[in-house]
């Protein structure tokens, strides 16, 4: 059985950033490339950043670009997003996935 757990959400202005974690419980992280995807409110969930198992490669939807970051650690178990200049469109609950495994949530909003 594999728990992720997400931490870093909250409330942030306009042009501010965050940096959202998800740990991973078991041994299958290092074996996985691994996802965010985020679900604005009355949206659908959609994929926003993946990084492959070895993290050397990335993939982002263009929109973000230049914006979100990804990053893993697999001695630690973690990945992390990192998020600068984020827009009020931005506010989500955003979700890691490993393999068939979910996170509970992380919720972002962005507010002046």
């Known amino acids: 059985q594999v728990q992720l757990v997400e931490s870093g959400g909250g409330l942030v202005q306009p042009g501010g950033s965050l940096r959202l974690s998800c740990t991973a419980s078991?041994?299958?992280?290092?074996?996985?490339?691994i996802d965010w995807y985020r679900q604005a409110p009355g949206k659908e969930r959609e994929l926003v950043l993946g990084i492959s198992r070895s993290g050397g490669r990335t993939y982002y939807l263009d929109s973000l670009k230049g914006r979100f970051t990804i990053s893993r650690d697999n001695a630690k178990n973690t990945v992390y997003l990192q998020m600068n200049s984020l827009e009020p469109e931005d506010t989500a609950v955003y979700y890691c996935?490993?393999?068939?495994?979910w996170g509970q949530g992380a919720q972002v909003t962005v507010s002046s």
């Open positions: 078991g041994s299958i992280f290092s074996m996985n490339a």
């Open positions: 996935k490993l393999a068939n495994y």
